[in-house]
């Protein structure tokens, strides 16, 4: 146990180094910040392409189709927008800087390096939803991390234009972001002309060419998803967040990833990504980290009060997801006994999910992003329909049978204890009597 303690120290010191950095953190907390804006494009999203042919033709002859295709255009096909404000933004207060101000100079340099082009009179200027959406997200990244930095570079060293006694405090501010915002400009006009000399022309095809395409390629397989799914739960069982520790390096990819599914679907196709941000609350956090919803049913059957009082505490919060009283209660944590199906049992759930969507026997997820509190097979029924609402009960099925016999020596355990305890009890109150 104590070999088990020193390793979870270990394992806790990288992964709070992971988080902390300014860098990662500052890409998580920004992309995490815009779940409303992707919770309500991903909503009506489903509400305007529900494939349901008398509900599609009464949209379009009362004219509504107009409006329910409306809020995708301000929501996730302008995320490369919210992002590079968002992750500035974070990039900032993190440092103890004016967060505002780094948001703003970074949505400008983002639309410095966006290509612009001309409407058809051939005089006014337009820019066009093609890099503004999903296929722009890393460049976002890129120009909000760079502004961000600049920013509070300029600013912890007192490069900027100082104003004198009593002038209000946001007029100094904005004053004092024209030293970073100037330089900015001036470094990403001369990126966004070093970049049109190339063959790809702008910063926009080459980031999304040599980076984005290969990135989100990669961790979009099959085997990047279940490498994923390991850590993630290895984390877990010595005591760290290992969802956040993840995410935080690989969310960029499956937010690319789910958007592309999600404007495949409101142009009423099928996605071609498997694995994206929807894929992992749908298939592999079957009521919680660890797949642990069939743990928790079975516990419902306990013969030791122990299991079955934490069962039925557990087993409404695990239909939406949250698990951590079964977790920390348990414990799951540094649990030999329950590390096998913790771990493996996420793993059968997604693999089986990815054969099964690349047979063809279950369609791609839509990409909608399912908000947190949904339960399970209504959120899979929301992001692929009946058929995963379905499959989403053969995985607590197998959940049930991955826990049972190893929760079965646990229970008879308990059981012995809270019997041998009893016992003594009973004895103390014949010697008192």
Same mark, same amino acid.
């Given at each position: 146990m104590a070999g088990g303690a020193e390793w979870r120290v270990k394992i806790q010191k990288i992964s709070n180094k992971v988080q902390k950095n300014i860098y990662i953190s500052s890409i998580s907390n920004g992309l995490m910040a815009l779940?409303? *804006?992707?919770?309500?494009?991903?909503? +009506?999203?489903?509400?305007?392409?529900?494939?349901i042919e008398s509900y599609q033709a009464f949209l379009e002859s009362s004219g509504l189709k107009t409006f329910t295709s409306m809020p995708m255009t301000v929501t996730t096909d302008l995320i490369a927008l919210y992002a590079t404000f968002s992750i500035a933004?974070?990039? $900032?207060?993190?440092?103890?800087?004016?967060?505002?101000?780094?948001?703003?100079l970074a949505l400008m340099g983002f639309l410095l390096v966006t290509p612009k082009g001309l409407l058809d009179d051939g005089a006014t200027a337009a820019i066009g939803y093609s890099w503004l959406g999903?296929?722009?997200? +890393?460049?976002?990244?890129?120009? $909000?991390?760079?502004?961000?930095?600049?920013?509070?570079?300029?600013?912890?060293?007192? +490069?900027? &234009?100082?104003?004198?006694k009593g002038v209000p405090p946001t007029v100094e501010k904005s004053f004092a972001a024209?030293?970073?915002?100037?330089?900015?400009?001036?470094?990403?006009? &001369?990126?966004?002309?070093?970049?049109?000399?190339t063959p790809y022309g702008n910063m926009h095809e080459f980031v999304f060419n040599i980076i984005q395409v290969p990135l989100t390629s990669l961790g979009g397989t099959w085997w990047a998803m279940l490498v994923c799914v390991f850590v993630i739960h290895?984390?877990?069982? +010595?005591?760290?967040?290992?969802?956040?520790?993840?995410?935080?390096v690989v969310g960029p990819i499956w937010v690319t990833l789910g958007l592309e599914n999600l404007q495949a679907y409101q142009q009423g196709l099928e996605g071609t990504n498997i694995v994206g941000s929807p894929f992992f609350p749908?298939?592999?956090?079957?009521?919680? $980290?660890?797949?642990?919803?069939?743990?928790? *049913?079975?516990?419902?059957?306990?013969?030791?009060?122990?299991?079955?009082?934490?069962?039925?505490?557990?087993?409404?919060?695990?239909?939406?997801?949250?698990?951590?009283p079964v977790i920390f209660g348990l414990p799951l944590v540094l649990n030999l006994r329950l590390m096998i199906p913790f771990i493996v049992t996420p793993i059968i759930t997604s693999g089986l999910a990815i054969l099964l969507t690349a047979l063809g026997i279950l369609p791609v997820l839509n990409g909608v992003q399912v908000p947190l509190g949904i339960p399970?097979?209504?959120?899979?029924?929301?992001?692929?329909?009946?058929?995963?609402?379905?499959?989403? *009960?053969?995985? *607590?099925? &197998?959940?049930?049978?991955?826990?049972?016999?190893?929760?079965?020596?646990?229970?008879?355990?308990?059981?012995?204890?809270?019997? $041998?305890?009893?016992?003594?009890?009973?004895?103390?109150?014949?010697?008192?009597?």
């Open positions: 779940m409303p *804006i992707l919770i309500l494009g991903a909503i +009506f999203s489903l509400i305007n392409a529900l494939k933004y974070n990039f $900032a207060t993190q440092k103890k800087q004016q967060g505002f101000s780094a948001g703003i999903a296929k722009g997200l +890393f460049v976002a990244i890129i120009v $909000a991390l760079l502004v961000g930095t600049v920013y509070v570079f300029v600013l912890e060293k007192k +490069f900027y &234009i100082k104003m004198p024209l030293t970073p915002g100037f330089l900015m400009a001036i470094i990403l006009l &001369i990126l966004s002309a070093i970049f049109r000399a290895l984390l877990w069982f +010595f005591g760290v967040h290992g969802t956040l520790v993840v995410y935080s749908v298939y592999v956090l079957v009521g919680g $980290a660890g797949a642990t919803l069939g743990l928790i *049913i079975t516990m419902l059957f306990a013969k030791s009060k122990r299991y079955k009082t934490l069962g039925r505490l557990a087993i409404v919060p695990s239909f939406i997801g949250v698990n951590e399970i097979i209504f959120n899979g029924w929301m992001t692929g329909g009946w058929r995963v609402g379905l499959f989403q *009960i053969v995985l *607590i099925a &197998i959940s049930v049978a991955m826990y049972y016999p190893f929760f079965k020596k646990a229970d008879a355990e308990a059981l012995a204890d809270e019997q $041998a305890a009893e016992a003594k009890e009973r004895e103390q109150a014949a010697v008192q009597a």
